[in-house]
């Protein structure tokens, strides 16, 4: 892995990269195309490319969000603003809309063509930042980033490895800052729901100035918003009549049991949910099943201060020192229900057990100890200094260190210890040296003494880390007859650090909750990538313009072998007002702390070996064969029913890979000026795709496969005694086994234009998602995910569109827009009720009116006419998707904007 990036930097000069055209990509884009025409021309640099160019022309889809856009809208949170996209989908972890966050609790993500959010890379002025969450984390922390000090977003849906590397295989977000301000901005919101509760309180403060010498702009910013209970808002709370049953958990309040009768037949029972007595019924879930709803929000209670602040100085002319500094502290909360305590046997002469028979108890929901509350406190930091500088009036170069560090702590309060359980239900135990005895079977008999024995609060820490310096250089090399050859280079060199502490006790296995190795490791990066816009044909027969973009970036990591990864861009204008464009591109994710350096450990597996007993098997079928070409003896017989296996992370990943093809077409009539029309289809096939299949599944898949050709066969996989034939080695680790494959459609209209003396934009954006299909290893079943919604997965709903209408004056405006997610099945239900979800469309409003020359009033109604969410039979929390609908229902909200400049 020892290469000479100087040599592959010069070989990727003669390849190149694409120019973005920005198209509108949901309800708060806009086209860079319908912006008003100007006789001066700044160059920029736009997302996907590092060339910088004049016009903001482009082969991929990207979609340009601007302040005011924002500001029309009344979003306060990069999140919510985010997951409303059409191209959004499945998980992304949002205080506003879920009540349970994955990947660090409390965490929002953003999650592109639900490719998953450690699929979509996330920028911060076109450099990356840093992960977050609670430690050894696979995705940046939204929450960091407030609103107040964002002039606009723009998000490539386009894989983008050639430019950026790692990660940007659904696509790209890049949030830019402004760092331009001058003056003073303060701003203060108030929310709340329908229901009175909800409230959001938001208080911003901008402050910048700048002169000939540089400029320096910082910001303030404060949000608090408190919950929103989820027991008055779901689709389906508990009910025992006939039509609706909703699922609860089979976690009781008084506990589950089973026990075998005088006839050998299995009888499960359920003891008393309420207080008073002991006494038990036949187990029925839609009757006993514990209501997770009374314990859950809607929305959960966040807070967040951030400072910030980007400046620059300007050394001379052609030089200038600029730099750039943020810090974040997050403290989110999520209520959940009471511990439940599992798989403990209670003998018929136990002193506790009326029924006289030897009882497992499957599950026991101690509500007695109150619920669990989760808590998190998540700090995190970034400074960017750098020197940039131009060579001439078209070269420009810039250097870079950027380094980030996040660090966070989260408890569980009232978690069993298991240890302390176990001592209360021992007769030869409790009762002595202080120890109580419990009684679990019914509510209301366990004593205050065992309540005070058994919980304890379970805190975990961790963090991540991010240092990279870069170098880019970019310009105009040589002049064809049809334009300037723009070229843009350069290195970076990163680090990525991530570790994880869990709680001592849940490291022992003492914790009621899943059990943690710590997590620690760090991986290392050199890269050099080289792109060229290179202009074929202009002001010809049926090629006003055509230009052909090329990439190549060449990564090198410290954990795997190097990858390279390229891309090709086609820019066609056709003819004046019709444009057709197309790119492949390649890319690729590197696998993440967890997954590398998650800890392993040892279990046994009960499983049946597909070779016990071969040799009586037909001679044709490919287990004889496979077994006797393994050199299983014949005759041979499992010993057991467990094999000795491996769990965890896997340091010998390699990276997922990707293909994406992208082609579309911009039109932009003569005849309606201010109209734009997009049409882009994309393919995106992922392969080597993390996964953890379990050991059986391994076993039975090689030696099912022909002539022990799967991968499963190989000894990475498994491996046995040459003498006995028995399984002696086998891993249900992290491995590259799985593929995914989607493939869709976007459209997008805008049309600006004016009448009755107004000015009106109307915005209409729709994805169409044909399909998605995620296999988790070769000869597996594919999932079909596209137009499905359930448990686990989230949601993908084959159609998502967002439309908004604009109409403003000098010193008013208003908007009204739509958001629709359309229908869906059920992963998991069978038919009936829940089993399929109808399209959903919330409503919004929003007015701002100029109350004086400097102060801006703004008012707004999310979710209008208070939808609710449909059920989700498969999703016994909340009995909805909470990571696709809104919960909270009807919200209005004012703002109050100050502006002196």
């Known amino acids: 892995m020892t290469h000479n990036l100087k040599k592959v930097l010069l070989l990727a000069t003669s390849i190149s990269s694409y120019a973005l055209i920005n198209t509108p990509a949901y309800t708060f884009a806009a086209d860079e195309n319908d912006a008003a025409p100007s006789d001066t021309f700044e160059e920029v640099v736009v997302t996907g490319s590092r060339i910088k160019r004049k016009d903001l022309t482009s082969v991929g889809p990207v979609s340009v969000v601007t302040q005011q856009m924002i500001r029309n809208t009344g979003i306060t949170s990069m999140e919510t603003l985010l997951q409303r996209l ?64 964002v002039k ?27 760092t331009d301000f001058n003056g003073l901005e303060a701003s203060a919101k108030f929310g709340m729901t329908g229901k009175g509760d909800g409230e959001e309180y938001l208080m911003d403060l901008t402050w910048g100035t700048s002169s000939d010498q540089g400029s320096l702009v910082a910001s303030l910013s404060y949000q608090d918003n408190k919950p929103s209970p989820l027991a008055d808002r779901v689709p389906c709370p508990l009910a025992s009549d006939s039509e609706t049953q909703c699922n609860g ?43 997770y709803n009374v314990n859950f929000n809607a929305v959960n209670p966040i807070k967040r201060l951030s400072f910030s602040s980007f400046g620059h100085y300007n050394l001379t002319d052609d030089v200038r020192l600029f730099g750039e500094m943020m810090y974040t502290n997050r403290r989110s909360t999520q209520p959940a229900s009471p511990n439940a305590v599992t798989q403990f046997t209670l003998a018929a002469d136990h002193p506790t057990n009326p029924t006289g028979e030897d009882l497992l108890v499957e599950s026991r929901r101690l509500v007695e100890l ?43 309060t009232n978690v069993v210890n298991l240890e302390r359980f176990n001592e209360t239900i021992d007769p030869n135990v409790c009762g002595t040296n202080g120890i109580p005895c419990g009684d679990y079977l019914g509510v209301g008999n366990v004593s205050q003494a065992v309540l005070d024995y058994l919980p304890f609060d379970m805190t975990d820490t961790g963090g991540n880390e991010q240092l990279s310096l870069t170098a880019n250089i970019s310009g105009d090399v040589f002049e064809l007859p049809a ?34 190795d710590p997590i620690s490791g760090k991986t290392k990066a050199k890269e050099a990538y080289a792109e060229l816009s290179i202009p074929v044909l202009a002001e010809v027969a049926f090629a006003k313009n055509l230009d052909l973009n090329l990439a190549l970036r060449f990564s090198d990591y410290d954990t795997f072998s190097s990858d390279t990864n390229y ?135 090689c030696y099912e496969s022909d002539n022990l050709t799967h991968d499963f066969c190989t000894p990475v996989h498994h491996t046995r005694n040459a003498v006995t034939g028995e399984v002696n080695y086998l891993s249900a680790q992290k491995t590259n086994a799985g593929s995914e494959r989607l493939k869709g459609i976007d459209v997008g209209v805008v049309y600006n234009f004016n009448a009755m003396e107004l000015n009106h934009t109307l915005d209409f954006q729709v994805s169409y998602l044909d399909t998605f299909e ?40 208003a908007t009204y827009s739509v958001q629709y997610i359309g229908a869906g099945d059920d992963f998991f239900a069978t038919d009936g009720i829940g089993s399929h979800m109808g399209a959903v469309m919330y409503h919004n409003v929003q007015g701002t009116y100029n109350i004086m020359e400097n102060l801006v009033l703004s008012a707004g109604i999310d979710n209008l006419w208070d939808k609710k969410a449909p059920r989700v039979a498969s999703w016994t929390d909340g009995n909805t998707d909470t990571m696709t609908y809104d919960l909270a229902g009807r919200r209005g909200y004012i703002r109050l904007t100050y502006r002196m400049q």
């Open 86 to 149: 059409p191209s959004s989908a499945g998980f992304g972890g949002n205080q506003t809309a879920a009540y349970w966050v994955s990947n660090g609790w409390g965490t929002p993500q953003v999650n592109l063509r639900g490719l998953g959010v450690n699929r979509t890379l996330v920028l911060l002025n076109g450099r990356r930042l840093v992960n977050g969450g609670t430690g050894a984390n696979s995705s940046v922390d939204l929450s960091m980033i407030p609103m107040a000090i």
């Open 152 to 178: 606009q977003v723009e998000v490539l849906k386009d894989g983008a490895s050639a430019i950026y590397g790692a990660d940007a295989v659904a696509g790209v977000v890049n949030i830019i800052t402004d």
């Open 249 to 291: 958990s089979s976690s009781t309040a008084g506990g589950r049991a089973v026990y075998i009768d005088g006839v050998g037949d299995l009888v499960r029972i359920n003891f008393n949910n309420e207080p008073g007595g002991k006494s038990w019924a036949p187990y029925d879930r839609s009757i006993h099943g514990y209501n």
């Open 370 to 412: 109150g619920e669990r509350v989760f808590l998190q406190e998540v700090n995190t930091f970034r400074i960017v200094a750098g020197v940039e500088g131009s060579l001439s009036d078209s070269w420009s170069w810039d250097v870079a260190l950027n380094w980030g560090r996040n660090t966070g702590m989260d408890t569980i």
């Open 483 to 516: 334009g300037k050859v723009g070229f843009a280079a350069g290195v970076e060199y990163r680090e990525d650090k991530g570790w994880r502490q869990p709680d001592s006790l849940k490291v022992l296995g003492i914790a009621n909750s899943n059990a943690e």
């Open 567 to 701: 891309k090709i861009g086609v820019n066609w204008q056709v003819v004046e007002g019709f444009k057709l464009r197309g790119t492949y591109s390649t890319a690729f994710r590197v696998p993440n702390v967890p997954e590398l350096f998650g800890g392993v450990s040892e279990g046994n597996l009960t499983t049946t070996d597909p070779c016990s007993g071969w040799s009586s098997l037909d001679a044709g079928s490919n287990i004889y064969k496979n077994c006797q070409a393994a050199g299983v003896p014949v005759g041979y017989t499992q010993l057991g029913n467990t094999i000795l296996t491996d769990r965890g992370g896997n340091p010998n990943l390699e990276p997922e890979d990707a293909r994406s093809l992208t082609f579309g077409a911009v039109w932009q009539p003569g005849f309606a000026e201010g109209l734009s029309v997009t049409v882009d289809y994309f393919d995106v096939k992922i392969t080597d795709a993390i996964t953890e299949p379990s050991g059986s599944v391994k076993l039975a898949q």
């Open 774 to 813: 995620r296999t988790a290893f070769e000869g597996d079943v594919p999932m079909v995910l596209n137009g499905f919604i359930g448990a686990g997965f989230g949601g993908y709903p084959k159609w998502r569109a967002n439309t908004s209408f604009n109409t403003s004056a000098e010193n008013w405006s």
